[in-house]
């Protein structure tokens, strides 16, 4: 953990102390247990190594229990300028805190390495691209707006089961919150694919004991009872050596997906069998155009199908996937530190505020890194970016209105073009009498002429 130093301020110094202006002699002590000093205000972390340079900036700013509500009001309405608090450093609420620092390595569930955790994100950003998405094109920070990399950051940065399924309570809060666009993928589609990151893998066995993950699929059929031992015969089809074996198993397999109807014990049981059908065909993630057909209908296949490779690891992986995975996983390893500035715009306490004050001008005056997009903190090290909606239709008639209105005042077009065209012909004409007193010529200018005999056919159609 980075040292640092922390100083309680009230909450009136504490626009000052973010703009550090509180001058060289303040003292900071080494715990941030400090709110008994009457807890109306923050605790600030300070980087010793900043201080030591004698700039006190804030890297860490730590919020009381149960006032938090009123600090960000008094704060936006007397020093503005503090607004938002995550422009200065990490905001967290004292809750947050303490739960992260007594984390043990505790996570029995939610894989805590980043290696399988990069495939399931490819997955997710497949799903969630266009209707032909092509993995070597796709653009690495379409990671930073899927669920799945949230969760994996708190898993990998906290090593936590609680942690993370806080951190899964809290994008289930942002993915009903009607403000941000829909997605094509739910929570209730990806949860149980987070819940099976961490599944134990033989390398020695092969691809054969994925067969052995079908149980978590079970399905039921009610109109054909042979369903499951076809299913199943389908499935070792798959495991042949016979490339055109395995494509023709994969094509029957779908044909009796779609065509059959059937009572499946989990929802999840068609994605997660046509993504692995899938996967076996390329004995690996070569064939993962063959779910273009089914994700519109299926839209979890893919992120099933990341999970298959980020289980079987890079012995299974094209280039194309290897390139790209290897590329996310970079971005999460980075090691979780408090003095460490925060990529987010604002941070889930004051997401929380914002919410509670359901007030559209709070989100619309934070800066932003993307435009019309807003990037949470939704737990210490992890973040999640979400698309915001266009504004209501009234604010989008005001603004259509505006742009019409200065459309209307500027100067119009064809005049510029005509006064350009008129000024042409002049030089010209100037240059050529000019040119006539030089060489003892008689040139006939063009503004002897009448207005039908000019150039009048050329200049209109330029105009126009």
């Not at 390495?113 to 495939?119: E, K, M, N, Q, V």
């Not at 009903?176 to 134990?200: A, H, N, Y």
């Not at 109109?223 to 074996?245: C, G, H, I, W």
């Amino acid at each position: 953990m980075t040292d640092l130093r922390y100083l309680f301020s009230s909450r009136d110094d504490l626009p000052d102390a973010l703009f550090s202006m509180l001058g060289a002699s303040f003292k900071t002590e080494s715990s941030y247990e400090l709110f008994s000093e009457g807890g109306r205000g923050a605790v600030l972390g300070f980087s010793s190594k900043s201080l030591e340079l004698g700039y006190a900036s804030p890297a860490l700013v730590i919020l009381p229990e149960g006032k938090t509500s009123e600090l960000f009001s008094w704060l936006k309405t007397y020093a503005a300028e503090t607004y938002p608090l995550s422009q200065f450093g990490r905001v967290v609420s004292i809750d947050d805190f303490r739960s992260v620092e007594r984390v043990k390595d505790s996570s029995n569930v939610f894989w805590k390495r980043p290696d399988r955790w990069s495939s399931v994100i490819l997955g997710e950003i497949l799903a969630q691209s266009d209707s032909d998405p092509v993995v070597s094109s796709l653009p690495l920070s379409r990671a930073n707006a899927t669920f799945s990399f949230a969760v994996a950051k708190s898993a990998v940065a906290h090593r936590s089961d609680l942690v993370s399924e806080e951190c899964i309570r809290r994008l289930r809060v942002l993915s009903e919150d009607k403000r941000f666009l829909d997605r094509s993928l739910s929570l209730t589609d990806i949860i149980p694919i987070w819940e099976r990151v961490g599944t134990g893998w033989d390398e020695s066995a092969g691809l054969p004991q994925l067969l052995s993950l079908i149980q978590v699929s079970q399905s039921k059929d009610l109109f054909e009872p042979p369903y499951a031992a076809a299913r199943n015969k389908v499935f070792e089809e798959l495991l042949s050596d016979s490339v055109e074996q395995r494509v023709l198993a994969f094509r029957s397999f779908v044909n009796v997906q779609t065509s059959v109807e059937r009572h499946q014990t989990e929802p999840f049981a068609d994605a997660f069998e046509i993504a692995l059908a899938a996967f076996l065909v390329g004995r690996g993630t070569s064939h993962v155009f063959l779910l273009k057909d089914m994700a519109r209908k299926y839209p979890s296949v893919y992120v099933w199908f990341g999970l298959f490779a980020g289980l079987t690891g890079p012995v299974c992986w094209d280039v194309a996937w290897a390139r790209t995975a290897k590329g996310i996983e970079k971005t999460l390893s980075a090691h979780f530190s408090w003095a460490e500035p925060p990529s987010c715009d604002i941070s889930w306490p004051e997401y929380s505020w914002v919410t509670s004050t359901d007030n559209e001008k709070l989100i619309a005056e934070i800066p932003k890194q993307l435009p019309k997009v807003l990037i949470i903190e939704i737990f210490p090290g992890a973040t999640c970016q979400l698309r915001l909606k266009a504004s209501n239709p009234v604010q989008k008639d005001r603004v259509a209105s505006s742009e019409r209105v200065a459309d209307s005042a500027s100067f119009p077009q064809s005049d510029l073009v005509y006064a350009f065209v008129k000024e042409f012909i002049r030089l010209s004409d100037k240059t050529k009498l000019d040119l006539g007193a030089v060489l003892g010529q008689d040139v006939v200018s063009s503004e002897t002429l009448t207005p039908s005999k000019r150039n009048k056919r050329t200049t209109s159609k330029i105009v126009k």
